[in-house]
């Protein structure tokens, strides 16, 4: 890695790759030279927004670079995730992290999602199987000729703890089993993508997480799928897209009263 990652719809690729590049030949040359590989990846919102309509362009991705800051990030129907669904619930961009500590070193993992994948009936919320009992105004699944939770998902999981590639390929599996705790077996259908990346400086002396302590940073990559997946839905509101296609919002307060009904304090 050695440049900003984007994240946005199947059609926007194009410009997103040309923005990286225009980016980072202005901030970065020297990482240009003499070539630049560029991180961008997609989910279809194609329900929701007229996708053909070339409406993201290479000055809107470049100003989402400029523009970008640390603290706070922003979730549910913004940036990529502006027009995807989730669980068949409006849904998008979503994030969390953790702090762990590995041989009295404290580091973070933190995720991020770009959620659109899932159908109604597998939603499952805290270990709760919440999606059989929403299954009522599902203006999505009446639209689609596709099977039931075909979409996608991307996921990035970022960490200062240092590591080494083939450790970093086996955390980016672990967002697997995120996922997985919010309910979806995986559509045939469903592109599901992830990367993870250590951003510790690496030089002589090699220093890096022992292969018998990196439990920790799996549990971290683990949870924090799961939660970035549940906040891009529980943030996300109503939205009516393209030709008036609406994709409704979680039911909050349902969710909470069906964790209740369980005994889950909520």
């Given amino acids: 890695m050695s440049g900003p990652i984007c994240l946005t719809n199947t059609h926007a690729i194009g410009p997103a790759h040309h923005a990286v590049i225009r980016w980072t030949r202005r901030h970065h040359p020297e990482v240009t030279s ?17 996708i053909d309509g070339e409406h993201v362009t290479v000055g809107h991705a470049v100003s989402a670079l400029e523009t970008a800051s640390s603290g706070p990030v922003e979730e549910g129907s913004t940036g990529g995730g502006t027009g ?16 762990v500590e590995i041989a009295r070193h404290r580091y973070a993992l933190g995720v991020f999602v770009q959620t659109n994948f899932g159908s109604r009936k597998e939603l499952v919320i805290a270990g709760v199987p919440v999606g059989v ?13 596709a099977p039931s939770g075909a979409g996608s998902i991307i996921g990035v999981a970022i960490t200062d703890a240092p590591l080494l590639p083939n450790q970093c390929e086996a955390i980016a599996r672990r967002l ?12 045939h259908y469903s592109g599901d993508l ?25 549990e971290a990559a683990v949870e924090s799928t799961e939660e970035a997946i549940i906040n891009s839905l529980v943030v996300a509101t109503e939205l009516t897209g393209f030709r008036g296609r609406r ?3 979680l039911p909050v307060e349902r969710v909470m009263q069906l964790l209740r009904e369980r005994g889950l304090t909520v």
Avoid: H
């Avoid at 003499?34 to 007229?50: C, K």
């Avoid at 995807?84 to 702090?99: E, P």
């Fill in 84 to 99: 995807m669904n989730c669980y068949q619930f409006k849904a998008g961009s979503g994030t969390s992290s953790r702090i």
């Fill in 176 to 187: 697997s089993f995120g996922v997985a705790r919010t309910g979806t077996s995986g559509s």
């Fill in 194 to 218: 992830f990367l993870a990346i250590s951003t510790a400086a690496v030089g002589p002396p090699l220093d890096y997480i022992p292969w018998s302590s990196i439990d920790a940073l799996y």
């Fill in 34 to 50: 003499p070539w630049l590989l560029p991180v961008v990846a997609e989910t279809w919102d194609g329900y929701l927004n007229d």
């Fill in 247 to 249: 994709s409704p919002a």
């Fill in 133 to 145: 009992a929403l299954r009522e105004d599902d203006p999505i699944e009446a639209f689609f000729n």
